[in-house]
C-alpha cells in the first residue's frame, strides 16, 4: 500500500497553479494539510479569491491563507497577459463560499510543519516571499519539513527575461533567502516544465472529464495557448510539473548543484545561477521529465478529482 505523503502548497494561482492543485487534490498519494496564497500570476487579491474558489469547485478541505502581496525589496510583477486579468484565463468558477484561514499564510505554513517535523513535504509554485518569510521568522521549518520542491528558475534561459523565470523574478532576494536556508531545494525549472507540453493530443485525455474538463481545465487551457510563447507547441503546464515530482519522484530526473540567485544585475535580476561542478551543494535540479508516465499521471488524478467535484 502506497504511503500518503503530507503535504502544504505555497501557490499564486493562475492558470497552472490551479492544474497544480486539481492533480494534488486528485492524488491518493497526497493529503493537502494547507493552500497559502502569495502575489505573482496576479495580484494577492486575485490569487487568493482564486484559490479559495478552486477549494470550494474541487471539494478541497484544507484551510487557505493569505500571504503576502509585495517581494521583500523589489517592486512587484504580474503576468496578466499569460493567465488573465484575474488569474484563471476563461474560467468563470462560482463565488467562493468558504472563508480564509485567520492566519497569515507564513504563520499557517510555521504551524503546519512545526506540528509535524519531518512528516510534510513543502511546495512552492510561486514566488517565495511567503517561504523566505517564514524562515526568516522561524528558521528551524528548514529541519522540519520532509522536504522542498519550488516550480521556478532555470539552468539555462528563462522566460520573463532571457535571463530570469517569472516566479525567481517576481522576488529574487526572496529566492536568495530560500536558497541559502540551509536546505536542499529541489528546483523544477523551466528546462524540465519545458518537457510538459499541453498539445492537442495530450487534452484529448481530458475530453471525457465532464465539470472538471468544461468548467476549468479548456477555459484555462484555450486562454494559456494563445499566448505567443505557447502557440507553436501548446502551453507548458509547469506547476503540476513540482506536484507530480511529489507524487512520482521517479517521473523526474533530478542532478545535485549549487544555486544562487542573482539579485542585482543589469540584465541578469533574477538568474539562478546553477553549478552542476561546485563542491557546496544546496539543491536538486530538474533535467528530464517521462513525459509519458506525467501526462498519465495528470490524466488519472484529473480523472479522480472529476469524480468527486460536489455537486
Known amino acids: ?13 493562475g492558470i497552472d497553479d490551479a492544474l497544480a492543485l486539481a492533480l494534488a487534490h486528485g492524488s491518493p498519494e497526497l493529503d493537502v494539510l494547507g493552500v497559502t496564497t502569495v502575489g505573482g500570476n496576479v495580484e494577492l487579491a486575485h490569487t ?13 478541505t484544507a484551510p487557505v491563507a493569505r500571504g503576502a502581496g509585495q517581494p521583500l525589496v523589489t517592486e512587484p510583477i504580474n503576468a496578466p497577459a499569460v493567465h488573465g486579468v484575474a488569474g484563471l484565463g476563461e474560467a468563470q468558477l462560482a463565488a467562493a463560499r468558504t472563508e480564509l484561514d485567520p492566519r497569515h499564510a507564513v504563520q499557517l505554513i510555521i504551524d503546519t510543519l512545526g506540528a509535524a517535523p519531518g512528516e510534510v513535504s513543502l511546495v512552492a509554485t510561486g514566488p517565495l516571499t511567503n517561504i523566505a518569510l517564514a524562515v526568516r521568522t522561524e528558521p528551524r521549518i528548514t ?7 519550488i516550480m521556478g528558475g532555470s539552468y539555462t534561459r528563462g522566460n520573463r527575461t532571457p535571463a530570469a523565470e517569472f516566479n525567481v523574478l517576481a522576488d529574487p532576494d526572496a529566492a536568495a533567502v530560500v536558497f541559502e536556508a540551509g536546505w536542499t531545494t529541489t528546483m523544477v525549472g523551466l528546462d524540465l516544465t519545458h518537457q510538459a507540453r499541453a498539445t492537442a493530443e495530450v487534452r484529448e485525455r481530458f475530453a ?24 507553436e507547441l501548446g502551453p507548458a503546464i509547469h506547476d503540476a510539473c513540482a506536484v507530480a515530482h511529489l507524487i512520482d519522484p521517479s517521473l523526474i530526473t533530478t542532478v545535485p548543484a549549487r544555486v544562487d540567485v542573482e539579485t542585482r544585475g543589469r540584465f541578469t535580476t533574477g538568474m539562478t545561477v546553477t553549478d552542476f561542478d561546485a563542491a557546496d ?26 469524480d468527486g467535484l460536489p455537486t
Open 208 to 231: 471525457d472529464l465532464g465539470r472538471l474538463e468544461a468548467e476549468l481545465l479548456t477555459p484555462c487551457l484555450d486562454f494559456y495557448g494563445r499566448h505567443r510563447s505557447y502557440r
Open 281 to 306: 551543494l544546496n539543491a536538486a535540479v530538474a533535467t528530464e521529465l517521462d513525459a509519458d508516465r506525467f501526462w498519465a499521471l495528470l490524466a488519472d488524478s484529473f480523472r479522480r478529482a472529476s
Open 143 to 149: 529541519e522540519w519539513a520532509a522536504d522542498f520542491t
Open 1 to 13: 500500500m502506497t504511503q500518503v505523503k503530507k503535504v502544504l502548497i505555497d501557490c499564486d494561482p
Open 48 to 60: 487568493t479569491d482564486n484559490a479559495l474558489r478552486l477549494r470550494d469547485f474541487l471539494g478541497m
